[in-house]
C-alpha cells in the first residue's frame, strides 16, 4: 500500500503544532499501525530529518501507553482494540490517514503524538488501591467468599488499562469511565470496602482538579474503550459517590 499521511508535529507543549504531510510507500497489509509509523521514521531518520514522536510500550494491548488518535477515532477505526494492535489491512492503498495525539486539557501535548497522562496516575494515587497485611500473616484469597457474578463484574472493570481513550473521545474530555472502572474493581469485592468511602470521594475530587470535564451521558467513551469497560460502572460510580457523601 501506498498512503498519505497527514500526522500532528509539534515541538513542545509551548509550540503550536501544525499536521504535517508525509507518503509512506509499500506498506504490508499485515503490519501493525505502529510499524507503519516505524518504516516512516525510519525513512524521516534517513533523509536527516526529525522522527515522529509517539508512545509505546508492549505491543500487545496490555500497557496502556500507545495512545493515537486516527482519523478521528481514539485507537482507530477497528473496535476493542489499542493502537498497537491495530493493522494496515484496516485501510486501502491510496488512503490518507490523519493521526493525532489524545486531545484534552488534562493531557498536554509533550512532543508530537505524546501527550502527558500523569493526570490518571495521581488519580490512581488518590484512591486506586488496598490496604492489606503483608506481614506474614495475610488471609488466603480464597478464604474470603465472593459471589461469582460480582467477581465477574470486577475482573471486567479491572481489565481498564488506562490508556485515555475514554478522555480523548468524550466531548466534554470527561475521565469518567476511567475514573469509574477504578472504583468498581474494588466496590464490588469485600476487599474493598475498608476504604471504599474514601476512595470514591478522593478520586472524584482528583479527577476534577485535574481539569477534566462532566459526564453528559453520550457513551463514546464507551465505544472508543479499547477494554469494554462498561457505562454501568459510571452508574456504580455515582451510587458509591452518593453514599459516601451521606
Ligand atoms: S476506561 Fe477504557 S478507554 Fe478509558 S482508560 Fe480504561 S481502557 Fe482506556
Ligand atoms: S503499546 Fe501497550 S497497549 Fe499499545
Not at 493531557?107 to 497522562?117: A, G, H, N
Not at 488518590?126 to 484469597?141: E, L, R
Not at 453528559?216 to 455515582?238: Q, Y
Request: net charge negative; proline share 3%.
Amino acid at each position: 500500500m501506498n498512503l498519505t499521511l497527514k500526522i500532528w508535529r509539534q515541538k513542545s507543549a509551548k509550540d503550536k503544532g501544525k499536521l504535517v504531510e508525509y507518503k509512506v510507500t509499500e506498506i504490508s497489509e499485515h503490519m501493525s499501525f505502529l510499524e507503519m509509523l516505524d518504516v516512516l521514521n525510519e525513512q524521516l531518520v534517513n533523509k536527516g530529518e526529525e522522527p515522529v514522536a509517539f508512545d509505546h510500550d508492549c505491543r500487545e494491548g496490555i500497557c496502556g501507553m500507545c495512545s493515537l488518535y486516527i482519523n478521528g477515532e481514539a485507537h482507530g477505526p477497528d473496535r476493542q482494540i489499542t493502537t498497537c494492535q491495530l493493522h494496515m489491512r484496516m485501510f486501502k492503498d491510496g488512503d490518507t490517514i490523519y493521526i493525532e495525539p489524545f486531545r484534552s486539557k488534562a493531557f498536554p501535548v509533550i512532543k508530537d503524538l505524546v501527550v502527558d497522562r500523569m493526570a490518571f496516575e495521581r488519580i490512581q494515587q488518590a484512591g486506586g488501591f488496598i490496604s492489606v497485611n503483608t506481614s506474614g500473616n495475610t488471609q488466603d484469597a480464597n478464604a474470603i467468599p465472593i459471589s461469582k457474578h460480582n467477581a465477574d463484574m470486577s475482573m471486567d472493570a479491572a481489565a481498564c488499562i488506562g490508556c485515555g481513550a475514554c478522555v480523548a473521545s468524550c466531548k466534554n474530555s470527561s475521565a469518567m469511565l476511567f475514573v469509574s472502572a477504578k472504583v468498581s474493581q474494588f466496590a464490588l469485592l469485600p476487599q474493598g470496602q475498608v476504604e471504599a468511602a474514601d476512595r470514591v470521594l478522593n478520586m472524584v475530587k482528583q479527577m476534577d482538579d485535574e481539569g477534566f470535564g462532566n459526564c453528559t451521558n453520550t457513551g463514546a467513551c464507551e465505544v472508543e474503550c479499547p477494554k469494554g469497560i462498561s457505562l454501568d460502572n459510571i452508574a456504580r460510580m455515582n451510587r458509591e459517590y452518593l453514599k459516601a457523601s451521606i
